[in-house]
């Protein structure tokens, strides 16, 4: 199984927002990003600084590679 490397909210707020992803609203402690024409809302739980501990789930749920998903971390 591939290791992949600690991800927080934050960062993960950013590399959606570079495939054109843009805050809809906040529920408690969780992002709601919406894309123009993508079925779904993606969450992103925001809890500081803490690792998101399955955060693949979220570059599947907003349709791109992880290869592009961590592209966009940079």
């Known amino acids: 199984m591939a290791t992949f490397p600690a991800v927080n909210g934050k960062q993960a707020m950013r590399a959606l927002e570079s495939f ?3 805050l809809d609203r906040v529920e408690g402690s969780h ?3 919406v894309k123009d024409k993508h079925p779904r809302a ?3 739980p925001v809890h500081g600084s803490k690792p998101l501990p ?3 789930v979220l570059y ?3 349709g791109v590679t992880r290869a592009q998903f961590l592209k966009g971390l940079r």
């Open 20 to 22: 054109g992803f843009r």
């Open 31 to 33: 992002h709601m990003t």
């Open 42 to 44: 993606v969450p992103i």
């Open 54 to 56: 399955k955060w693949p």
């Open 60 to 62: 599947r749920m907003a």
